[in-house]
């Protein structure tokens, strides 16, 4: 029922871009705040990117700050990932996330299956 759909990624040289999309269905989109996570071999899974659900706010990680930009449109019921000026240190399996909470004790995570980023000449 629940689905994200990552898609978009692929091999990339260095300095080169990339758009990773993310297709969500079987919940209010909405609602949700919505992140893209990344995780190397042998390293730990990280967050990359976050965006609120309105899309009125977003955080990035350092690594990615000023190259990366997350974005969201409701009606289509997809986030996206822009990524500029990629490094070889950003080759990774990107995961879309989905998230909802509140004050009064309901939360609710789901994933996506992840899409391979390669950058390499």
């Known amino acids: 029922q629940v689905q994200l759909v990552e898609s978009g990624g692929g091999l990339v040289q260095p300095g080169g871009s990339l758009r990773l999309s993310c297709a969500a269905s079987?919940?209010?989109?909405?609602?949700?705040?919505m992140s893209w996570y990344r995780q190397a071999p042998g390293k730990e899974r990280e967050l990359v990117a976050a965006i609120t659900s309105a899309g009125d706010s977003t955080n990035y990680a350092d690594s990615v700050k000023g190259r990366f930009t997350i974005s969201r449109d409701n009606a289509k019921n997809t986030v996206y990932l822009q990524m500029n000026s990629l490094k070889p240190e950003d080759t990774a399996v990107y995961y879309c996330?989905?998230?909802?909470?509140?004050?009064?004790?309901?939360?609710?995570?789901?994933w996506g299956q992840g899409t391979q980023v390669t950058v390499s000449s």
């Open positions: 079987g919940f209010t989109f909405s609602t949700y705040a």
């Open positions: 996330n989905a998230h909802w909470s509140s004050w009064y004790g309901h939360e609710y995570d789901y």
